[in-house]
């Protein structure tokens, strides 16, 4: 893989909205793609992602957060409606080949990351 890149981020009142993107060579056919997010000192988090066509929602997000797939253009998006101080965090784009189910949310099982994009969520 050539890497993923991310955009998107920024600072919103609590109640905003943002929409990130991970582009990406189309060429690379990934198996599994998922958003992370790391606030400061804190441990990564899956938050949303698509596996086998299907749509992966972290109980945090889920409801307001909706994770979507353009595979010919290469592009990862995650709209984020409603958002709270608690979604503040570097969000990572990352991808991976086959992998059992059940560490779908498991960060080390991914071997591709980008270089995140800041969401900051304040009065």
């Known amino acids: 893989a050539q890497g993923l890149v991310e955009s998107g981020g920024g600072s919103v009142q609590p109640g905003g909205q943002l929409k990130l993107s991970c582009t990406y060579d189309?060429?690379?056919?990934?198996?599994?793609m998922a958003w992370f997010r790391q606030a400061h000192d804190q441990k990564r988090e899956g938050v949303a992602g698509?596996?086998?066509?299907?749509?992966m929602y972290a109980e945090s997000v889920k409801g307001r957060f909706t994770v979507s797939q353009d595979i010919a253009k290469g592009t990862l998006y995650l709209e984020m409606d409603s958002l709270e101080p608690e979604d503040t965090a570097m969000y990572y784009c990352?991808?991976?080949?086959?992998?059992?189910?059940?560490?779908?949310?498991?960060?080390?099982?991914?071997?591709?990351w980008g270089q995140g994009t800041q969401v900051t969520v304040s009065s």
């Open positions: 990352a991808a991976g080949g086959p992998a059992a189910a059940a560490l779908f949310w498991n960060d080390e099982t991914y071997n591709y």
């Open positions: 189309p060429r690379d056919a990934y198996h599994r």
């Open positions: 698509i596996l086998f066509r299907t749509a």
